[in-house]
């Protein structure tokens, strides 16, 4: 089994930033990515960002290209999520995922962006 543990949510007002980790453990046999996708409430969840393990390649939606970087730490099977210029409609559950053999999600971590 393979636990996600996400942290670095919180409050911050717009045009501010926050640094999201995830850390992978348990029967990890291989990693192909991790990532982040994020949900609003009423809406679907959605891609957000993602790099490949080995290369180290990033993906990004349009909505956070220029101003969300993702990266990842391989000693530590642990992906972080640095949000800058943040916005109100940044506002979501933000979730990590592990893809591998089988993919896992993480429980989520709230992101409120309001003044």
């Known amino acids: 089994q393979v636990q996600l543990v996400e942290s670095g949510g919180g409050l911050v007002q717009p045009g501010g930033s926050l640094r999201l980790s995830c850390a992978a453990s348990?029967?990890?046999?291989?990693?192909?990515?991790m990532g982040w996708y994020r949900q609003a409430p009423g809406t679907e969840r959605e891609f957000v960002a993602s790099?490949?393990?080995?290369?180290?390649?990033?993906y990004y939606a349009g909505s956070v290209k220029g101003r969300f970087t993702v990266s990842r730490d391989n000693t530590k099977n642990t992906v972080f999520l640095q949000m800058n210029s943040l916005k109100p409609e940044d506002t979501a559950v933000y979730y990590c995922?592990?893809?591998?053999?089988?993919?896992?999600w993480g429980q989520g971590t709230q992101v409120t962006v309001s003044s």
């Open positions: 348990g029967s990890i046999f291989s990693i192909n990515s």
């Open positions: 995922k592990l893809v591998g053999v089988h993919d896992y």
């Open positions: 790099i490949r393990w080995n290369g180290g390649y990033t």
